[in-house]
């Protein structure tokens, strides 16, 4: 999604957003400056372990819930960054080095688990209420999450440098960690020391990513196995498969293609909030906006100026219908209608903006502070319930001790100085779904799921249509699965169910 008068792409939760240079500015400071941590191998890892028991689908489960410290070093032998994993293990179970292992990682760059965590993952999670009238103003409650995998899974959830409790330490450089390379290769490292600590090598392994997190797992994927010309030498670590919520793994598309693969999801939420043709369903618009643009779209676009003017009043009329917008709208943005410009048009009328990482949700269109995160009236919205949730509960019921802030979101301290290859801070489009492809040629057994929401205005219905279409990943080891929400398909008690319940079955397969 591109914002008008910003100027680089950034993602949160795994969410695409644009931050303007000036609050790139405001965000940068000392938030994930070096920790104080003994940098040396003398200080001991810490540990925070609690014994506990949930109800997951009417049995009673017990389970051991750990926060713990893992280290990264440098050649030297120097520590450079203190990485803390959530797990939750079943204890009732006689010991199976096959039980199922779920790695978890949210996205940002620069986001923790927290949101994975409280949402879908933990035996405990935050109660929202209303899918999309979340609850706002503390007190937030916690509830038994009768949708966790654990009881066909153990979790393991990694919050990487700079976001949650992880740091970097005194050793430890921005450019080790804060980078699509440095990043994916830090992962695999926590992910191949947890393996170690817990005997675990034979247990069927899954990596759970979101947003960016997912283009996290596809570098993860292909680097986990090794390879000379990749790692230097052969783990032989293969995963079984690999979920991805709101797929990312290409950034940065633009111009028609970025007005083609939105199409989807803007006739689906247009349908959603009652601007669709009478009796749609918004499953049946997204499908309506895909062989639109097979059979007329993509030849107006190509034609452009050159299209005769009655076919275009033609498309346009089918763009309006499509989008819920007035054909004059259509016909001022040139037949082209953006993710942005739909957010903040489609309820116009009303004086509303949809958000755009969930189009379910609402606000007023007057007195936006212009942020396009804290005032998009999604993340705006469910935000602070998922950051109040998860630090009493980390405090209260994990145990945890430690006396440094758990950061949910570093915007300037990581976000804003990614390296996507081009050098800290610099964007330009990526595209991994190759090297997901290139994972799956090397592990023929390996299957991957993709979850996406119908009013997902980031990484949108249309993006993953696209990118499977385009990269070699086998079309017959992927599952898709499509849920009437948005970004975090999580969020709202029926689509998390439905979304757990997938991910239980790709699982158990």
Request: proline share 6%; glycine share 12%; hydrophobic share 45%.
């Given at each position: 999604m591109f914002i008008k008068g910003c100027a680089k792409v950034c993602l949160t939760l795994g969410m695409m957003v644009l931050m303007a240079p000036s609050a790139q500015a405001e965000q940068a400071g000392p938030v994930n400056a070096a920790s104080d941590v003994d940098t040396t191998a003398s200080a001991p890892p810490r540990r925070f372990v609690t014994d506990r028991v949930a109800t997951i689908k009417g049995k009673r489960v017990r389970y051991r819930a750990a926060v713990e410290e893992f280290f990264l070093g440098d050649e030297a032998g120097h520590r450079t960054a203190s990485i803390f994993v959530t797990s939750y293990r079943r204890t009732d179970l006689p010991k199976d080095a096959a039980r199922p292992l779920i790695f978890a990682f949210n996205g940002g760059p620069g986001a923790a688990s927290l949101w994975l965590n409280m949402g879908l993952l933990s035996p405990r999670r935050v109660d929202l209420g209303e899918a999309d009238k979340p609850q706002t103003n503390p007190p937030f409650r916690l509830v038994d999450n009768d949708d966790t995998p654990l009881d066909v899974a153990d979790i393991v959830m990694i919050d990487p440098a700079g976001t949650g409790?992880?740091?970097?330490?005194?050793?430890?450089?921005?450019?080790?960690?804060?980078?699509?390379?440095?990043?994916?290769?830090?992962?695999?490292?926590?992910?191949?020391?947890?393996?170690?600590?817990?005997?675990?090598?034979?247990?069927?392994?899954?990596?759970?990513?979101?947003?960016?997190?997912?283009?996290?797992?596809?570098?993860?994927?292909?680097?986990?196995?090794?390879?000379?010309?990749?790692?230097?030498?052969?783990?032989?670590?293969?995963?079984?498969?690999?979920?991805?919520?709101?797929?990312?793994?290409?950034?940065?598309?633009?111009?028609?293609?970025?007005?083609?693969?939105?199409?989807?999801?803007?006739?689906?939420?247009?349908?959603?909030?009652?601007?669709?043709?009478?009796?749609?369903t918004p499953q049946g618009q997204a499908e309506k906006a895909r062989r639109f643009i097979e059979e007329r779209y993509l030849r107006a676009l190509w034609l452009g100026s050159d299209l005769p003017p009655t076919e275009r009043d033609a498309i346009a009329s089918s763009l309006a219908t499509l989008t819920g917008l007035p054909k004059s709208t259509v016909l001022d943005h040139d037949l082209r209608?953006?993710?942005?410009?739909?957010?903040?048009?489609?309820?116009?009328?009303?004086?509303?903006?949809?958000?755009?990482?969930?189009?379910?949700?609402?606000?007023?269109?007057?007195?936006?502070?212009?942020?396009?995160?804290?005032?998009?009236?999604?993340?705006?919205?469910?935000?602070?319930?998922?950051?109040?949730?998860?630090?009493?509960?980390?405090?209260?019921?994990?145990?945890?001790?430690?006396?440094?802030?758990?950061?949910?979101?570093?915007?300037?301290?990581?976000?804003?100085?990614?390296?996507?290859?081009?050098?800290?801070?610099?964007?330009?489009?990526?595209?991994?779904?190759p090297d997901m492809a290139t994972a799956m040629r090397r592990n023929p057994a390996m299957r991957l799921m993709i979850a996406e929401g119908y009013y997902?205005?980031?990484?949108?219905?249309?993006?993953?249509?696209?990118?499977?279409?385009?990269?070699?990943?086998?079309?017959?080891?992927?599952?898709?699965?499509y849920y009437p929400s948005g970004h975090m398909t999580y969020l709202g008690a029926r689509t998390r169910a439905m979304t757990a319940n997938d991910i239980r079955a790709f699982i158990s397969n």
């Open positions: 409790f992880s740091r970097l330490l005194r050793d430890g450089k921005p450019e080790q960690f804060y980078g699509l390379q440095a990043d994916a290769r830090a992962t695999v490292a926590i992910i191949q020391q947890w393996v170690r600590a817990n005997a675990a090598w034979n247990a069927p392994k899954f990596l759970l990513s979101e947003s960016y997190g997912t283009i996290r797992a596809a570098l993860v994927a292909k680097l986990l196995a090794g390879g000379p010309t990749m790692t230097g030498a052969m783990e032989g670590m293969t995963l079984n498969g690999v979920i991805m919520i709101g797929q990312g793994m290409a950034l940065g598309a633009s111009g028609d293609q970025a007005v083609l693969t939105s199409l989807p999801t803007l006739a689906a939420t247009a349908c959603f909030h009652g601007k669709g043709p009478g009796g749609c209608i953006s993710a942005g410009d739909f957010s903040r048009e489609l309820l116009k009328s009303q004086g509303l903006q949809i958000g755009s990482y969930d189009a379910r949700y609402t606000l007023p269109l007057a007195a936006s502070g212009g942020d396009p995160v804290a005032d998009d009236p999604a993340m705006g919205q469910y935000v602070p319930a998922f950051v109040a949730a998860y630090k009493g509960y980390a405090h209260d019921e994990l145990k945890v001790t430690l006396d440094i802030p758990y950061e949910p979101i570093a915007f300037g301290a990581i976000n804003a100085r990614w390296d996507y290859g081009y050098g800290p801070g610099v964007f330009a489009p990526i595209n991994v779904a997902d205005l980031v990484t949108t219905l249309g993006a993953a249509d696209y990118i499977l279409s385009h990269s070699g990943i086998p079309r017959d080891r992927t599952a898709m699965h």
